[in-house]
């Protein structure tokens, strides 16, 4: 009998199963005519597993900075799924993103979660200059996390949340909706929907 390799060990971020379901209400209906999604900072990969095998129909490209990428892996490997190719090294602020769809086109959607408040503002700057590469014509992008509305925090706890996300980096922080959505504008996307999430997140959509 051949002695198998130990399992790899998995990461595992509890808000991925806590969140996982709401978010994927918001994309079976946003997603439903797409065929090629780009991730963009795919942390452990658990959304990728979890949305992949719910939407068959979806090539699902995890992509993420290197040192995370075996993570990733590990949790792709275990689900084995065949709309899930390996995960591709991405620093957002990268000129040109290493990143294309099995023919070489550009991607006809884009999903992010819990990213936007974790770059500093130049790159999440650099993250839609390079969507505007990576993405189709008729592209859709569903951004999901924490939003400020018209400069003000949403709840308490989004106060308290930006409070320990400055401290630990000055740079990083809750990002204001109008801001953000002034960037997708310049790359031609325009806002659909803003559907409000549970913990005071929310699903923000565009469409080209």
């Known amino acids: 009998m ?21 978010i994927l209400e918001v994309l079976r209906d946003q997603f439903a005519r797409r065929r090629s999604v780009l991730e963009i900072g795919s942390g452990t990969g658990q959304h ?10 979806l090539r699902w490209q995890t992509s ?16 084995a799924l065949p709309n899930t190719p390996a995960p591709v090294a991405l620093d957002v602020t990268q000129t040109d993103w290493p990143v294309s769809t099995i023919a070489g ?4 959607a884009a999903f992010t ?13 650099a993250c839609f200059a390079g969507l ?22 949403t709840s308490d706890s989004n106060r308290a949340f930006d409070l320990w996300l400055k401290a630990r980096d000055p740079h990083s922080g809750i990002r204001d909706l109008d801001a953000v959505d002034a960037l997708a504008s310049r790359i ?21």
Request: hydrophobic share 40%.
């Open 132 to 153: 505007d590469r990576a993405l189709a014509d008729d592209a859709t992008l569903v951004v999901y996390g924490p939003f400020n509305v018209g400069g003000a925090y």
């Open 113 to 125: 979660a819990n990213t936007l408040h974790i770059m500093d503002w130049p790159a999440v700057e």
């Open 48 to 57: 990728a597993v979890h949305f992949a095998a719910a939407m068959p129909w």
């Open 188 to 208: 031609g996307l325009r806002l659909q929907s803003d559907v409000a999430m549970p913990s005071h997140n929310r699903c923000l959509v565009w469409r080209r």
């Open 105 to 108: 086109d550009r991607f006809d």
């Open 2 to 22: 051949t002695d198998l390799p130990p399992p790899r060990d998995k990461p595992n971020a509890p808000s991925c199963d806590r969140n996982r379901g709401p």
């Open 64 to 79: 993420e900075r290197a040192l995370h990428l075996s993570g990733i892996t590990a949790w792709l490997d275990e689900a």
